[in-house]
């Protein structure tokens, strides 16, 4: 009898699956700007103490802004040491410890990274094709031909088709569907608030069965050519269509 335990294989939470499960478009796009998680707010503050040292700005900016600071630091430390748990503090000198690795120089009040190491070929032109994969618009997912024109239009390097449609499957962007119907909103700025004034739905486009796409409202050009807020909403198609 075999009494050896089976242990379950576990499996590997790469970048692109960072990315597909992270809640929002936003979210996305941060993960794959900085290539994994983003910096905690501890870990951002070895950063900010540095442009504080080194800021240009008026002394009494620059008193209020230590104030901010001490106050960020101790609401996110205090409680570690009433707790008497040193994981936030490790994590704290870790990122010091890279702040003085990676710094090199001040001149004229800006901070000089001179020693951060440059990202291999290879992992930046995976990092740009996240993000040019993040950034298509619903008439890039029309169909995979589009998809890639749009990658050769911005100069993103690739392998071959099979490579983009991995990635985005891992990263859980999707083409269009036969039958899914997408509505493109606009809204000009409200110059007071910079918010939207009001959203309009001025365009939407059917996935036809046979591929083509019906377009209402607007052409993609004009769209395009809108100076404002932009949205998009997808219907997607009935399933037993």
Known sequence: MNLVKKIP?????????????????AKKWEIALHGGLPPTQIQMLPSQATGLRFSSHPEDW???????LKGRFAQLLFPALMENNPAPFLELLEAMAK??????????????YGRRPKPPKKKEAGRKLRLAILSLTPDDLISMRAVLKSLENCEIEYSDESH?????????????????????RFSEFDLHTGEPKEWQCVRKFVVE??????????????????????????RLASPDK
């Open 9 to 25: 294989k576990r499996t590997r939470l790469t970048l692109n699956k960072q990315i597909a499960r992270a809640p929002t478009h």
């Open 99 to 112: 702040e003085r690795r990676e710094v090199t120089r001040f001149d004229n009040g800006l901070v000089l």
């Open 62 to 68: 620059n008193i209020k802004a230590k104030e901010q």
């Open 164 to 184: 983009v449609r991995r990635v985005m499957r891992e990263m859980d962007i999707h083409l269009l569907k036969p039958g899914d119907t997408v509505y493109l």
């Open 209 to 234: 069965q046979n591929g083509t796409v019906t377009n209402y409202g607007l052409s993609q050009a004009a769209y395009d050519e809108l100076r404002g807020w932009k949205a998009h909403r997808v």
